[in-house]
């Protein structure tokens, strides 16, 4: 079946320090990835998504590329700032009938 | 152009209590999603409605749990018997999947539920 793996967290990183989470998927068929933020208080947002194998996703100075060799979906930052700090959710949606695997969520805590 | 709306944005009852959490998509969007998230915790899949196929219902949780989705539109999740453990955001998402691959979910802002 569609599963979403997300490294665990929370992440405590220093500001402009580099980012990475890391997202791994199994899917059958083509899905389509996405990665979600959710503020402190706040809903869930869209980040980026790629549609298929090697597409990059970007917004906001996070991206991520759609690795299909290795079934993965891992988000980076090259300078984080406080603002960033959040949850972060990497998520699937399958190809036959869209539906949607969200992963584990991974919380991000940026000191300045 | 408006979002996905939730009502209540919070409710608090009482134990044994029903209660009705409404979500209203956006408009045209055929897929709608209803989620839970306990405090601190990931999201938690509940059930699924994609135009007029019959809705996966695998992620409810208990018989107490139910989900009507009106003309294609308006969607109602009903709570029967409340318990202290159904305390949690409920969010609703939609997506336009009619419009190809990768459509993303678009999320409201959820009702918080508190059981006392």
């Known amino acids: 079946g569609n599963s979403v793996t997300q490294m665990e967290g929370p992440v405590t990183l220093s500001e402009e320090a580099f980012l990475t989470i890391n997202c791994t998927y199994t899917?059958?068929?083509?899905?389509?990835l996405f990665w979600y933020v959710q503020y402190p208080g706040e809903g869930l947002q869209l980040l980026l998504k790629?549609?298929?194998?090697?597409d990059k996703g970007s917004n906001k100075g996070f991206e991520a590329t759609y690795r299909k060799e290795t079934t993965s979906f891992h988000l980076e930052k090259g300078s984080v700032q406080v603002s960033d700090s959040a949850v972060y959710f990497c998520?699937?949606?399958?190809?036959?009938?869209?539906?949607?695997?969200f992963g584990s969520g991974t919380k991000l805590n940026v000191k300045p | 152009g408006a979002g996905v709306s939730q009502s209540p944005s919070n409710k608090v009852t009482e134990k044994g209590k029903d209660v009705e959490l409404r979500c209203d998509p956006i408009?045209?969007?055929?897929?709608l999603y209803w989620y839970r998230q306990s405090l601190g915790q990931g999201l938690e899949f509940l059930i699924y409605?994609?135009?007029?196929?019959?809705?996966?219902k695998s992620g409810l949780p208990s018989d107490r749990f139910s989900a009507e989705r009106t003309g294609g539109s308006v969607s109602t999740l009903t709570i029967q018997r409340t318990q202290q453990e159904d305390s949690a955001v409920y969010l609703c998402?939609?997506?336009?999947?009619?419009?190809?691959?990768?459509?993303?979910?678009?999320f409201g802002d959820g009702t918080r539920l508190s059981i006392l």
């Open positions: 408009s045209g969007h055929t897929a």
């Open positions: 899917a059958t068929g083509y899905p389509s």
């Open positions: 998520a699937l949606s399958d190809y036959n009938f869209n539906k949607f695997y």
């Open positions: 409605f994609q135009g007029n196929s019959a809705p996966d």
């Open positions: 790629a549609t298929k194998a090697d």
């Open positions: 998402a939609s997506s336009n999947s009619n419009a190809g691959k990768g459509q993303p979910q678009h």
